[in-house]
Protein backbone atom coordinates (compact mmCIF):
# COMPACT_ATOMS: atom_id res chain seq x y z
CA UNK A 1 0.00 0.00 0.00
CA UNK A 2 1.18 3.36 -0.93
CA UNK A 3 2.07 5.73 2.28
CA UNK A 4 1.67 9.44 1.81
CA UNK A 5 5.18 10.04 2.43
CA UNK A 6 5.70 8.34 -1.30
CA UNK A 7 3.58 10.15 -2.93
CA UNK A 8 5.75 12.11 -6.01
CA UNK A 9 3.51 15.63 -6.20
CA UNK A 10 1.96 18.89 -4.33
CA UNK A 11 -0.48 21.10 -5.61
CA UNK A 12 0.83 24.61 -4.61
CA UNK A 13 -1.43 27.86 -5.45
CA UNK A 14 -0.26 31.36 -5.70
CA UNK A 15 -4.13 33.02 -5.20
CA UNK A 16 -4.06 36.37 -6.01
CA UNK A 17 -6.98 39.01 -6.77
CA UNK A 18 -7.29 38.93 -10.01
CA UNK A 19 -5.83 35.38 -10.92
CA UNK A 20 -5.12 31.98 -9.43
CA UNK A 21 -2.16 30.02 -10.60
CA UNK A 22 -1.53 25.90 -9.94
CA UNK A 23 1.31 24.13 -10.23
CA UNK A 24 2.09 20.86 -9.78
CA UNK A 25 5.30 20.59 -8.20
CA UNK A 26 7.84 17.40 -7.85
CA UNK A 27 10.51 16.78 -4.80
CA UNK A 28 12.87 18.64 -6.89
CA UNK A 29 10.69 21.90 -7.46
CA UNK A 30 10.05 20.85 -11.14
CA UNK A 31 6.65 22.37 -11.70
CA UNK A 32 5.13 19.26 -13.74
CA UNK A 33 1.86 20.93 -15.20
CA UNK A 34 0.28 24.36 -14.37
CA UNK A 35 -3.20 25.99 -15.10
CA UNK A 36 -5.47 29.21 -14.04
CA UNK A 37 -8.10 30.32 -13.33
CA UNK A 38 -10.11 33.96 -13.00
CA UNK A 39 -10.33 34.66 -9.09
CA UNK A 40 -12.59 37.60 -9.55
CA UNK A 41 -14.70 35.42 -11.83
CA UNK A 42 -16.62 33.49 -8.87
CA UNK A 43 -17.88 35.46 -6.30
CA UNK A 44 -19.28 32.25 -4.21
CA UNK A 45 -15.72 30.79 -3.20
CA UNK A 46 -17.46 27.51 -3.17
CA UNK A 47 -17.85 27.88 -7.10
CA UNK A 48 -14.42 28.94 -7.27
CA UNK A 49 -12.91 25.62 -5.21
CA UNK A 50 -15.13 23.97 -7.86
CA UNK A 51 -13.84 25.63 -11.30
CA UNK A 52 -10.31 25.11 -9.74
CA UNK A 53 -10.59 21.34 -9.30
CA UNK A 54 -12.33 20.94 -12.50
CA UNK A 55 -9.00 23.10 -14.12
CA UNK A 56 -6.62 21.14 -12.56
CA UNK A 57 -8.08 17.53 -13.73
CA UNK A 58 -5.90 18.10 -17.16
CA UNK A 59 -2.41 19.00 -14.67
CA UNK A 60 -3.25 16.07 -12.44
CA UNK A 61 -3.56 13.68 -15.39
CA UNK A 62 -0.06 14.40 -16.56
CA UNK A 63 1.18 13.24 -13.05
CA UNK A 64 -1.34 10.24 -13.18
CA UNK A 65 -4.33 11.92 -11.08
CA UNK A 66 -5.19 12.93 -7.63
CA UNK A 67 -3.41 9.43 -6.25
CA UNK A 68 -0.42 10.88 -6.51
CA UNK A 69 -0.41 14.12 -4.72
CA UNK A 70 0.42 14.26 -0.86
CA UNK A 71 -0.46 17.54 -0.04
CA UNK A 72 -1.79 21.26 -1.41
CA UNK A 73 -0.12 24.14 -0.66
CA UNK A 74 -2.14 27.57 -0.78
CA UNK A 75 -0.30 30.96 -0.89
CA UNK A 76 -2.97 34.12 0.05
CA UNK A 77 -3.28 37.52 0.51
CA UNK A 78 -4.07 37.56 4.89
CA UNK A 79 -4.20 33.59 4.53
CA UNK A 80 -3.49 32.09 8.16
CA UNK A 81 -1.29 29.07 8.95
CA UNK A 82 -2.86 28.55 11.81
CA UNK A 83 -6.80 28.30 10.94
CA UNK A 84 -6.56 27.58 7.13
CA UNK A 85 -8.51 30.55 6.76
CA UNK A 86 -8.00 33.66 4.69
CA UNK A 87 -9.28 36.74 7.11
CA UNK A 88 -10.93 39.80 5.23
CA UNK A 89 -8.22 40.54 2.65
CA UNK A 90 -9.06 43.67 0.89
CA UNK A 91 -7.83 42.39 -2.47
CA UNK A 92 -10.19 39.40 -2.75
CA UNK A 93 -13.79 38.95 -3.79
CA UNK A 94 -14.75 36.89 -0.43
CA UNK A 95 -15.43 39.47 2.71
CA UNK A 96 -14.98 37.72 6.26
CA UNK A 97 -13.22 35.16 6.84
CA UNK A 98 -12.78 32.21 4.37
CA UNK A 99 -12.37 28.32 5.29
CA UNK A 100 -10.28 27.78 1.86
CA UNK A 101 -8.17 24.65 3.17
CA UNK A 102 -11.58 23.20 4.72
CA UNK A 103 -13.33 23.80 0.96
CA UNK A 104 -10.36 22.58 -0.37
CA UNK A 105 -9.67 19.43 1.12
CA UNK A 106 -13.42 18.47 0.65
CA UNK A 107 -13.00 19.31 -3.03
CA UNK A 108 -9.80 17.06 -3.63
CA UNK A 109 -8.94 14.67 -0.98
CA UNK A 110 -5.71 15.68 0.53
CA UNK A 111 -4.41 17.85 3.33
CA UNK A 112 -3.91 21.74 2.55
CA UNK A 113 -2.02 24.67 4.11
CA UNK A 114 -3.17 27.96 3.51
CA UNK A 115 -0.27 30.84 4.65
CA UNK A 116 0.69 34.49 3.48
CA UNK A 117 2.22 35.32 0.12
CA UNK A 118 5.34 36.22 1.70
CA UNK A 119 5.58 33.45 3.97
CA UNK A 120 4.81 31.22 0.94
CA UNK A 121 8.01 33.10 -0.90
CA UNK A 122 10.09 32.31 2.37
CA UNK A 123 9.01 28.65 2.26
CA UNK A 124 10.23 28.24 -1.62
CA UNK A 125 13.23 29.95 -0.81
CA UNK A 126 14.00 27.50 1.95
CA UNK A 127 13.16 24.51 -0.05
CA UNK A 128 14.00 25.21 -3.19
CA UNK A 129 16.37 28.63 -3.97
CA UNK A 130 19.30 30.58 -2.17
CA UNK A 131 18.01 30.32 1.37
CA UNK A 132 18.07 26.14 1.12
CA UNK A 133 19.84 24.65 3.70
CA UNK A 134 19.69 27.95 6.10
CA UNK A 135 17.79 27.94 9.04
CA UNK A 136 17.58 31.51 10.21
CA UNK A 137 16.68 33.89 7.34
CA UNK A 138 14.03 36.70 6.51
CA UNK A 139 12.93 36.90 3.28
CA UNK A 140 11.69 40.54 1.90
CA UNK A 141 9.19 41.03 -0.92
CA UNK A 142 9.35 43.88 -2.97
CA UNK A 143 6.30 44.33 -5.18
CA UNK A 144 3.58 46.51 -4.97
CA UNK A 145 3.90 46.47 -1.22
CA UNK A 146 6.46 45.23 0.91
CA UNK A 147 6.29 41.84 2.61
CA UNK A 148 8.05 39.53 4.75
CA UNK A 149 8.89 36.14 6.04
CA UNK A 150 10.99 35.50 9.20
CA UNK A 151 12.52 31.67 9.49
CA UNK A 152 14.07 30.83 12.96
CA UNK A 153 15.25 27.66 13.45
CA UNK A 154 13.42 26.71 10.35
CA UNK A 155 10.41 27.95 11.10
CA UNK A 156 8.21 29.88 9.90
CA UNK A 157 7.26 32.50 12.65
CA UNK A 158 3.49 32.69 12.67
CA UNK A 159 3.18 34.56 16.26
CA UNK A 160 0.24 34.04 18.25
CA UNK A 161 -2.71 34.49 15.54
CA UNK A 162 -1.36 33.51 12.53
CA UNK A 163 -0.15 37.34 11.06
CA UNK A 164 3.06 38.13 12.38
CA UNK A 165 6.26 39.30 10.75
CA UNK A 166 4.91 41.93 8.93
CA UNK A 167 8.03 44.34 8.57
CA UNK A 168 6.75 46.05 5.14
CA UNK A 169 4.76 48.15 8.44
CA UNK A 170 7.54 48.82 10.68
CA UNK A 171 6.82 52.73 10.99
CA UNK A 172 10.17 54.57 9.52
CA UNK A 173 9.19 57.84 9.91
CA UNK A 174 7.31 58.65 12.97
CA UNK A 175 7.14 62.72 11.71
CA UNK A 176 3.78 63.98 10.70
CA UNK A 177 5.51 64.09 7.32
CA UNK A 178 5.54 59.95 7.19
CA UNK A 179 3.80 58.46 4.13
CA UNK A 180 -0.04 57.62 4.61
CA UNK A 181 0.11 53.65 4.03
CA UNK A 182 -3.12 51.89 3.04
CA UNK A 183 -2.64 50.04 6.42
CA UNK A 184 -4.25 53.51 8.20
CA UNK A 185 -1.09 54.08 9.72
CA UNK A 186 1.96 56.46 8.46
CA UNK A 187 5.34 56.14 7.53
CA UNK A 188 5.54 52.62 6.90
CA UNK A 189 8.33 50.96 4.92
CA UNK A 190 6.19 49.58 2.70
CA UNK A 191 5.30 53.03 1.34
CA UNK A 192 9.26 54.15 0.54
CA UNK A 193 10.57 50.89 -0.45
CA UNK A 194 7.98 49.12 -2.63
CA UNK A 195 7.71 49.48 -6.47
CA UNK A 196 4.79 52.18 -5.45
CA UNK A 197 6.93 53.64 -2.94
CA UNK A 198 9.63 54.01 -5.56
CA UNK A 199 6.82 56.06 -7.97
CA UNK A 200 6.22 57.80 -5.28
CA UNK A 201 9.37 59.21 -4.39
CA UNK A 202 10.04 60.05 -8.20
CA UNK A 203 6.91 62.27 -8.22
CA UNK A 204 8.01 64.00 -5.45
CA UNK A 205 11.43 64.36 -6.13
CA UNK A 206 10.72 65.61 -9.72
CA UNK A 207 7.93 68.19 -7.95
CA UNK A 208 11.07 69.84 -5.48
CA UNK A 209 13.85 70.04 -7.81
CA UNK A 210 14.67 71.26 -11.32
CA UNK A 211 17.19 68.68 -12.00
CA UNK A 212 16.83 67.76 -15.79
CA UNK A 213 15.69 64.25 -15.74
CA UNK A 214 14.06 61.61 -18.25
CA UNK A 215 11.59 61.47 -15.93
CA UNK A 216 10.24 64.42 -16.94
CA UNK A 217 8.76 63.14 -20.42
CA UNK A 218 6.43 60.89 -18.38
CA UNK A 219 3.46 61.95 -16.96
CA UNK A 220 3.45 62.32 -12.98
CA UNK A 221 0.26 59.90 -12.32
CA UNK A 222 1.92 57.52 -14.79
CA UNK A 223 5.73 57.02 -13.51
CA UNK A 224 6.24 53.28 -12.46
CA UNK A 225 8.98 51.95 -10.81
CA UNK A 226 10.41 50.37 -14.17
CA UNK A 227 10.15 53.88 -15.45
CA UNK A 228 12.80 54.67 -13.01
CA UNK A 229 15.31 51.98 -13.46
CA UNK A 230 15.30 52.50 -17.29
CA UNK A 231 16.08 56.19 -16.74
CA UNK A 232 18.84 55.18 -14.39
CA UNK A 233 20.18 52.95 -17.09
CA UNK A 234 20.39 55.53 -19.42
CA UNK A 235 22.06 57.47 -16.39
CA UNK A 236 19.49 60.04 -15.29
CA UNK A 237 20.93 61.57 -11.99
CA UNK A 238 17.52 61.93 -10.39
CA UNK A 239 16.66 58.38 -11.02
CA UNK A 240 19.81 57.08 -9.80
CA UNK A 241 19.67 58.97 -6.70
CA UNK A 242 15.73 57.95 -6.50
CA UNK A 243 17.06 54.53 -5.81
CA UNK A 244 20.37 55.25 -3.65
CA UNK A 245 17.94 56.89 -0.95
CA UNK A 246 15.36 53.83 -1.28
CA UNK A 247 18.08 51.15 -0.60
CA UNK A 248 19.69 53.02 1.92
CA UNK A 249 16.02 53.62 4.00
CA UNK A 250 15.99 49.49 3.12
CA UNK A 251 19.60 49.11 4.24
CA UNK A 252 19.16 50.55 7.23
CA UNK A 253 15.75 48.88 8.20
CA UNK A 254 17.15 45.39 7.69
CA UNK A 255 20.42 46.53 9.78
CA UNK A 256 17.52 46.93 12.98
CA UNK A 257 15.46 43.78 11.81
CA UNK A 258 19.16 41.85 12.29
CA UNK A 259 18.89 42.34 15.99
CA UNK A 260 15.87 40.06 16.84
CA UNK A 261 16.82 37.08 15.07
CA UNK A 262 20.41 37.69 14.09
CA UNK A 263 19.89 36.12 10.16
CA UNK A 264 21.98 34.11 8.17
CA UNK A 265 20.39 36.13 5.25
CA UNK A 266 18.21 38.50 3.63
CA UNK A 267 16.87 37.42 0.74
CA UNK A 268 15.41 39.56 -1.70
CA UNK A 269 12.34 39.34 -3.74
CA UNK A 270 9.92 41.27 -6.57
CA UNK A 271 9.98 43.20 -9.31
CA UNK A 272 12.26 45.97 -7.59
CA UNK A 273 15.18 43.54 -7.39
CA UNK A 274 15.18 43.84 -10.89
CA UNK A 275 16.74 47.18 -10.31
CA UNK A 276 20.15 45.03 -9.12
CA UNK A 277 22.83 47.18 -7.95
CA UNK A 278 21.05 50.83 -8.42
CA UNK A 279 19.45 48.88 -5.62
CA UNK A 280 21.15 46.52 -3.88
CA UNK A 281 24.65 48.48 -4.05
CA UNK A 282 23.33 51.63 -1.49
CA UNK A 283 21.29 49.09 0.38
CA UNK A 284 24.47 46.32 1.28
CA UNK A 285 26.41 49.98 2.09
CA UNK A 286 23.45 51.03 4.87
CA UNK A 287 23.04 47.52 6.64
CA UNK A 288 27.41 47.49 6.66
CA UNK A 289 26.91 51.04 8.15
CA UNK A 290 23.71 50.59 10.78
CA UNK A 291 24.63 47.00 11.69
CA UNK A 292 25.29 46.39 15.12
CA UNK A 293 28.85 45.87 15.54
CA UNK A 294 28.92 42.22 17.18
CA UNK A 295 26.34 41.21 14.22
CA UNK A 296 28.96 42.44 11.24
CA UNK A 297 30.35 40.24 8.99
CA UNK A 298 27.21 37.36 9.95
CA UNK A 299 24.71 38.00 7.32
CA UNK A 300 24.30 37.97 3.21
CA UNK A 301 22.42 40.20 1.11
CA UNK A 302 21.17 38.08 -1.01
CA UNK A 303 18.51 38.42 -3.93
CA UNK A 304 15.99 35.43 -4.65
CA UNK A 305 17.44 32.58 -7.49
CA UNK A 306 13.16 31.74 -8.43
CA UNK A 307 12.50 32.28 -11.66
CA UNK A 308 9.98 35.35 -11.02
CA UNK A 309 6.54 33.81 -12.74
CA UNK A 310 7.22 30.27 -10.69
CA UNK A 311 8.59 31.46 -7.31
CA UNK A 312 5.00 32.01 -6.21
CA UNK A 313 3.32 28.43 -6.77
CA UNK A 314 6.48 26.69 -5.53
CA UNK A 315 6.39 29.02 -2.50
CA UNK A 316 2.82 28.04 -2.14
CA UNK A 317 3.73 24.58 -3.27
CA UNK A 318 7.16 24.04 -0.38
CA UNK A 319 3.78 23.66 2.20
CA UNK A 320 2.26 20.78 0.76
CA UNK A 321 5.41 18.62 1.91
CA UNK A 322 4.51 19.71 5.40
Not at 100 to 123: Q, S
Not at 156 to 169: N, P, R, T
Not at 200 to 216: F, G, K, M, Q, Y
Request: charged content about 20%; some cysteine; glycine content about 14%.
Amino acid sequence: METDFEKPYVIGLDMGGTNSIFGIVDQRGTIKAQTAIKTRAYPDVKDYVKAAAEALQPALDVVGGIGQVKGMGIGAPNGNFYTGTIESAANLVWSGTVPIAELFEEELGVPVRVTNDANAAAMGEMTYGVARGMKNFIMITLGTGVGSGIVVDGKIVYGSDGFAGELGHFVIDHSPAGRPCGCGRKGCLETYCSATGVARTARERLANCDTPSLLRKIKPEDLTSLDVYQAAEAGDPVAIEIFEWTGEILGRSCADFATFNTPEAFVFFGGLTKAGDYLMAPLRKAFEENILYVFRGKTKLLVSSLNGSEAAVLGASALGWE
